[in-house]
Structure formats: structure tokens, C-alpha cells
């Protein structure tokens, strides 16, 4: 009994079967470019809505279709028009050639050009007057109007009154603030890249605090001669120089604070100008010669170098102080020589290479030097600044042959305060002729 059950369940099931694949067809499709007649594979191919089967690799496909009459078949493929055809019940079991026409999308029209420089800082009530960026963040000092009345030693100086020191996270929020509690000559920075505001009457270490920012007073003759020197560090040491705005030579030193032991690196000499320095010496009068001579026992110095320093000869309008850098970038120290026109190279171990020419001391470039070099902290890198009728450039240097990369121009015209940091650019300026104030802006290198 159970073995004829199961005969007839059997028969059941084969006789539905039969009768579905009865009910339906298949019709052979073949789908081709209207153009150049060659196959198109992935075309989706539905009846009444519903995808049934995708054509191969040269076109062909095979659909199911109901034995009841005439049905629609739609093609749809991402890179042509969609189209629907019509299949009868008398074209059963003949191949279907369908042609698609290509998809064609108008764009929009865009103009390709740099991009606009990113306004990073503004305020309708002050103006920026300085800027340094860090770990920290972005520090602008902002004020509401320069000082117009000062001492005779500050002429040529800006000045700054009721000055706000502000600090600008990654993403440029104002998150802490703070007043300057004197006038101020801008911000300056330490070895670690620390930023420190140099006052009139004192220098400010800056700090976080859990109301915002702090600011410690110290003497500016701390800064001057324990601080500023300092610009970078090595393994066990720290680099600076004894730089003189008034005397045309200076040392590179390297300090090792465990062992308390400093190591000249290299001296630079501007030897023109330091020959009309000691020239000074032969006009001096008979008494002053004598102080002179004096004094250089009393120093240690020799008599030419205080005649130098006792006739005010860096008061000249046509002298010009010594700019000779040191930058660390990698495993190598290098010095810009400018007087000489030479990058000077030195190991680690403070073992001086090769020199290389400064391309940007040549005959033409020189004219158009704005005298500064600017190092981007993060990724080592330093660049030449350039400026000519208000346009500024910059442009890398290459710490191996000396040579310079293509130049990058700003967007604006008469940029401030020039800063590279990360591969951005930042700078200062105003619109000329606009009443906006003085604004923080960046631009990707």
C-alpha cells in the first residue's frame, strides 16, 4: 500500500511538470550597439517588472516566457538607453535581435581653475595681526587699532594695544581666548614650537588652563638670550646661534644640556660688510681710539670690533644684518650661507659634507628674494620667498643639490606674515580699498 502511494506522488509531481514547462517558452535573444553592431553583455532583461535573466558575454540570453499571448520585454543596461520590444506567441523559438542606443549625459559646464583661497580667521571688530600654527592649533593675535604714539627706540616697530591672544582648533573654532595684558610686538616661538608673545615691557609663556589660556610673564632679556637662539633640536643637543642684528657674523652652536658642553657647528662672516665694520676704527679721534683699545683689553675683543660697536655703524641706513639659518630636515643640518651664496651641510654628528650653490643667490633670482626662507615644521620641507609687484611666490629647495622646484604663487596680492605648515600656506591680508578687517586666509601648496 505504502509503495503504491509513493508511485502515485511520484506521477503527481512529473505530470506538474510537464504541465508547467508546457505553459511556458523560451525566446532566444541577441542584444547588440546600435552603432557598431557589437554584443553588449549585463543587459537586464524583464517581463512585466520582473528581471529574469542577464545576457552573457556576447549578448545572448534565453527568456522564460508565459505561452499566453503577446508580452513586453524591457532592456536596461547602465550605459545605453532603456528600450522595451514586444514578443507575439508566433515569434516563439526565433532569436530576437535587439539593438541599444548609447546613454549619453550632458554635464553641467565647470571652469577648472586653483581654488579659492580658504578664509580661515575674520572678525567684524579686529584685526589679525600675527599668526603662528602648531600642534595646538592656529594662534592669532588680534587687536583693535595700532598704537600711534611710541619712544623713539620702537620707531619702525608695529605696536599693538588691547590685544587679544586667540587659539583655533584643527578646524578653525575659536576655543580659548585671552587679553595681552600690554602692548605687544608679536608672537614669537621657542625650540618646540611653542608660541610666546614678546610685549614691550615682558615676555608671556603661553599655557592652557581649565578656564582657557594663561600667559606667564618673564623678562625680555630671557627671551632674547635664553630663548629666541634656540630653534630646533638634534639627539642630545639643541641648535641655535648667537645671531647679532648689529654684527655682520655669527656662530651656529650646538648645546648638550645633560653634559652642559657647547660645540661651535659653523661660523658665517658677511665679509664685506664686516670689512667696513672694522673700518671704523681709523676714523675714530685719538681719545676714542684709546677707549677703544681699552675697552677691547677689558672684553677681550680686538679694538676694530668695539670701534664698530662704539661708532653705531649698524645704524647705516644701507646696512643690511646677517640672515644665515639653520634648519634641521631629516638626518642633516643645513646652513644657509647667504653672504656666500652656499648651503653648508652637516652630519648628526655635527661632520660637515659637501657644499652645494643656493640657486635662489643667482643673478636674477636675488632681485626678486624677499630675504626670507620659510620651513614647513611637520614635513621638514623649506622654501624661498619671492615677491615682485606685490605678487609673492614661494619655492621649495632641494637639501641636496640646492636647486629650486616649480613656484607655487599665491592667489592674493600682498600677503603678511607668510607661514608654511602641513602643506598649507597661511598668511594675512585685507582686500585693498575694503573696510574688512585684517584676515587670516589658507591655500594648499
Known sequence: MRMKLRNCLVLVLTFGCLLHASAQRLQPVLVLDSVEHTPIGGVAIAVNGSVLVL????????????RTGTVVLSF????????????????????????????????PTITVGRAVPEEVYRREDLHAADLLVND??????????PRMLRAEGDAGKEILRDVRLVLLDTLFHEVASCPVPEDVLGLRRDLRYD???????????????SEGLGLQPFGLEDLRQRVLPWTDS????????????????????????????????????????????????????GPDKVLAMN??????LDKETVAGYMAGFSHNIWYQPLYAPLFVVGDTLLVFDNPRGRLRKFTL????????????????????????LVQDWITGKVFAEFQRHGTT?????????????????????????VQVHNGWVYYIWRPAGSLQKRTVYRERL
Open 55 to 66: 545576457t552573457d558575454a556576447i549578448g545572448r540570453a534565453n527568456v522564460p516566457l508565459e
Open 349 to 372: 654628528a655635527l661632520a660637515e659634507k659637501p657644499s652645494v650653490p643656493l640657486a635662489y643667490r643667482g643673478k636674477e633670482e636675488v632681485k626678486q628674494w624677499t630675504g626670507r
Open 295 to 300: 675697552l677691547a683689553a677689558e672684553l677681550g
Open 76 to 107: 536596461a543596461h547602465t550605459s545605453y538607453q532603456p528600450r522595451e520590444v514586444r514578443v507575439n506567441e508566433a515569434e516563439a523559438g526565433l532569436e530576437r535581435v535587439v539593438f541599444l542606443e548609447a546613454r549619453h549625459e550632458l554635464l
Open 195 to 209: 608660541v610666546v608673545i614678546e610685549g614691550t615691557r615682558h615676555a608671556f609663556a603661553v599655557g592652557r588652563t
Open 234 to 285: 638634534i639627539p642630545q643637543r639643541v641648535v641655535g646661534s648667537n645671531a647679532n642684528a648689529d654684527y655682520p657674523a655669527l656662530d651656529h652652536l650646538a648645546y648638550d644640556p645633560v653634559h652642559d658642553t657647547l660645540q661651535r657647528i659653523c661660523s658665517v662672516v658677511d665679509s664685506f660688510m664686516m670689512g667696513l665694520f672694522r673700518s671704523e676704527y681709523k676714523y675714530l679721534k
Open 393 to 417: 611666490w614661494l619655492r621649495a629647495i632641494d637639501p641636496v643639490t640646492g636647486g629650486m622646484a616649480a613656484p607655487f604663487k599665491l592667489a592674493v596680492q600682498w600677503p603678511e606674515r
Open 136 to 145: 595646538a592649533g592656529l594662534w592669532v593675535l588680534a587687536y583693535e587699532h
